[in-house]
Every structure is written in C-alpha cells, then in structure tokens.
C-alpha cells in the first residue's frame, strides 16, 4: 500500500514527481529534436526543448527549498520507462516514431494537468512565486501541446498516405 502523504511532504512529492517527469521530457525531447522523421515536428520538438529545459531549472530551484530533488517514484517512473523505450526505437521506422511523439505528447499533458495542481496550491499557499511559475508551466505547457498535437495528426496522414517500400 503506498504511503500517504499532506501537508510540505505532499508539495515536496508533487515538486519530485513534476522535476522527474520534466527530466523525462528534455531526454525525449533532445532525442527527438534530432531523429524525428517529420521536419515540422522535428523543429517544434526542438523549439519545444529550450523551453522545457529552462521550466526545468525553475522547478529545480522551486523544489529545492522544499526539499525537492526530483526523486522518481511510481507514476514518474512509469512515465520515463516509456518515453525511454519509444524515443529509443523512433529511429526504427516512422510508425515507432509517431509512437515517441505521441508517447512525450502524454507525457506533457501530464505536466499541464500537474502545473494547474501546482499553481491552486501555491494561490492556496500565498506563494506569489510559485503560482507565477506555476501558470507560465501550465499555459507553455498547453501551447506546446497543441501543437504537437497538430503536428501528430499531420505525421499520421504522412504515415497513412506514404506507399509502402
């Protein structure tokens, strides 16, 4: 049964859990930026990356004071095992890529649904800096989202309408 937790000690989990996964992003994303087969979404994972790694300096620095490290437990775990082995196969064939893509396209909805936790925590907190960060994550979050949606929906149609070889 997993252990329970309130109060600092669940800010300092949910701090970990957001730090891990974000971690998990910025390895997929760098992957990706490179083997991507479909261009726009190459250069939107790419645009994607810088913002990501300065999100994740900043929960780094919010964390810490909490005592936050970015320590990987369950739900983050589960989230990084996948993103690892579908971005370590994109380069297999453009099916195994779309899967990476849609694979990190989870993964930062979850880091959206996380940063609105985050951002009614800290207004509930009165914690100015970190509702502001909290928000910025969240509102990114969706942007990038969007439209690395889009451009999954696009890479499928390349997929479903390329002649087999």
Known sequence: MAESKSGEE??????DESIAVQRGIVAAETALAESHPHAESRAAIAACLKDDKAFLQQLEQLGKPKGATGKVEDVAQGIIDLLESMVESAGEAPSEAYEAHAVLLNAKRKQQDSAGGMLKIARALKDVEARDAAQAFQK??????????DLLADFAVVIATTPAA
């Open 140 to 149: 990114a979050q969706k942007t990038s989202s969007d439209q690395l949606a």
């Open 10 to 15: 669940f800010v300092t989990h949910e701090f």
